[in-house]
Each structure stands twice: as C-alpha cells, then as structure tokens.
C-alpha cells in the first residue's frame, strides 16, 4: 500500500481520521504537536501518544516523504533546496532571509504549463501536481533544517511563488494553507503568507470566496495585451480586461491590498511609456495596489531577454511614484547561486 503523507491532513481531517478509528478527540491534538512543534520523523518518537495509535498511524501515512538531493548555500543567507520526491522527480524550494524574518518559497507542481516566455521553471511541462502533504513538507524540511542549526529560528513567512501555478493545484493549495495557518501548529500568520498566480481569473474569485486571510500577489509583467501575450501566453486565454475584473472583485470583497509583480525585461516591458501606461490601468484601483518590480535574472534557455539597465529600473519606478503609484523593487537574493526559479532543477536535470 502506499502511504499517504500524514503532513496532508489538517488538524479537522486527522481528529476526524483518528476518531473513526477509535481514539478520542485529544489524541489528535497530541500527535499534531509532536508533528509540528516537536517535529519528529518518525511516529515511534511520538513518546506519550500509546503505541497502538502510533503503530495505526504508521501503518497508514509517513512523515517523510522528501529527500535532499541538492543544497546551495548563498553567501546571503539564502538557501536553495532541491528535492527528491518518492517517485524521484525534483522540486525547488527556497529560504530566504529578510529584516523581517526567514521566508520559504514552495513549488506546487512538477513543472508548470502556464509556459511564461521569461521562466526557467516553465522550460519542463507539468507533469504532476505536489499533494498538499509534499507542500507542507518543503516547509517543514527547511524548519527541520533550522532546528539543526540550533539557533532557535523559525519559518515566519511564506510565499507560494515557486515552481507550478498554484491556482492549478487549488484544492491542495488551500488543504496547505489550512495546515501551515493553524495556531496549533505552525501557526505562520496568514498576514505572513502570499500567494502568486499567473492570473487565472476563474480562481481568484473562488480564492476570493474562499476567505482564506493570505495575501494574493498577480504576474502581471505588461500593461497592455499585446505585450502581455509575448511575455505570458496565458494572456490568449485570460486578457487583462478579464483579469481587472477578478482583481476588483478580489479588492471589493476582501478590502485587502494585492501586489502586482512586473518583472522588468530590458527593451521590452521597461520603457517610460509602459510604466505610464501601467499606471493608467491601475489609476482608479491605486489605494490598495502595490506595484513590485523585480529585475530579471538571465536564464540561458531565453537568451532574447536581458536585464534592466539599472537607469531604467529607476526610471520605472519615478515614473510609477510621480502618478501616485505604490511600488517597490525586489531586493536580489542568491546572487552568487542559480538565483531564478526552477534554474537549479533545470540545471540538475539537464546534468541527468
Ligand atoms: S513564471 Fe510561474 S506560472 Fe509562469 S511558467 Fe514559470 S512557474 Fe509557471
């Protein structure tokens, strides 16, 4: 049989689990602890939860599921991960370290369909989406990781921007969020949490609906379609017009700020006349848009796309700042490592 990753469950589904299999309602809120503030590996560890409920949980699930197969260690402080899942596809995952606290980025899928022009992660078709378990996972992996070091430091945030297009995976999306929010556990403030999407429209709305607390971030990368198009082939399917229109939907409803991501490409997207044109799209929607502008890290496969001049950076973002838009730029992290996403899988696969 194989088994299911305990880390799939959340706190609601593993009391139901246990409780139809004859333990009482306490007994989840026990293992749930050695799970995730004790963070064991395996249940024989679990020392004050009785042997038959620890045997019957590891007759049906396992905690680990991942192994390290790749670690790159930047000379900032960012750590990138590749790992192993149990049928042998690799993942990135990513911890970064900020003034504010220690951010993790997760992958959601093995590969990604969405095929933006710019992305090194889109260069290898999807071929599954990640459980909501193996999600989970990458965050614990890098707090067990933490642990080793024993400098008592904690995932404070997360950002689900790695590879895959989470909206694709949504039913896990959410099961992961649930788990990684709940105060028992985890406890990562839903504040402390994003979510980027290519921009599926359909989805925002039902993420909208489905009052989840996390913030919501949008790859929008061109002001207009035809741009859009070149940039990110989804835009075929959802135009920016459509998209506005889950945005707005998202922003009435949740009264909640939503970050734009514009990468900037030089000589494509990153003229004066794209940042005013940007700044006209979002005009009426100001208040609770933030722009984040981030420069592009060159991947060989797309060699037509080159970096912003630092000058036109700067240029963007005054122009963005003289029509009253809030903007920021993304500080770099892992320079001196294979710092794009889905650049060191890429790589590692290619290596075979
Ligand atoms: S940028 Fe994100 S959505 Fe686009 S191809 Fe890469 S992983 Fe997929």
Request: glycine content about 6%; proline content about 2%; hydrophobic content about 40%.
């Amino acid at each position: 049989m194989n088994k299911a990753s305990i880390y799939g469950l959340t706190l609601d589904q593993l009391t139901a689990w246990l409780m139809e299999h004859g333990h009482k309602k306490s007994r989840a809120a026990q293992v749930w602890d050695w799970l995730y503030r004790k963070r064991v590996t395996d249940f024989s560890e679990m020392t004050d939860v009785n042997k038959e409920c620890t045997q019957l949980l590891a007759d049906h699930f396992v905690i680990q599921t991942l192994t390290e197969h790749t670690r790159q260690e930047s000379a900032d402080g960012t750590v990138k991960f590749l790992f192993k899942l149990s049928d042998g596809n690799l993942i990135e995952t990513v911890l970064m370290r900020h003034k504010f606290g220690l951010s993790v980025c997760v992958t959601t899928q093995v590969g990604c369909n969405i095929g933006c022009s710019f992305c090194a992660s889109g260069l290898l078709a999807k071929s599954r989406d990640l459980s909501g378990g193996e999600i989970v996972e990458q965050i614990m992996k890098v707090q067990l990781y933490l642990d080793q070091a024993k400098r008592d430091e904690r995932v404070s945030h997360v950002v689900v921007m790695g590879i895959g297009e989470p909206f694709d995976n949504f039913k896990n999306l959410v099961n992961f969020l649930t788990v990684i929010k709940d105060h028992k556990g985890l406890a990562i403030g839903p504040r402390h949490i994003t979510v980027s999407t290519s921009g599926l429209a359909d989805k925002i709305v039902e993420f909208t609906d489905a009052q989840l607390q996390v913030n919501l971030a949008i790859s929008l990368h061109a002001p207009n379609n035809e741009l859009r198009t070149r940039i990110m082939k989804i835009n075929r399917a959802v135009p920016i017009e459509k998209l506005m229109q889950s945005i707005d939907y998202y922003l009435e409803r949740t009264k909640r700020r939503i970050t734009l991501e514009y990468i900037l490409l030089k000589d494509v997207n990153d003229r004066t006349e794209h940042a005013l044109e940007l700044a006209d799209l979002i005009a009426h929607r100001r208040q609770l848009v933030n722009v984040n502008l981030i420069p592009y890290n060159p991947v060989d496969e797309h060699s037509q796309y080159q970096r912003s001049e630092r000058e036109s950076i700067r240029a963007f973002y005054d122009t963005l700042k003289k029509q009253g838009v809030s903007c920021s730029v993304r500080l770099e992290h892992g320079t001196d490592i294979d710092a794009a996403c889905g650049q060191l899988r890429s790589k590692q696969i290619k290596a075979g």
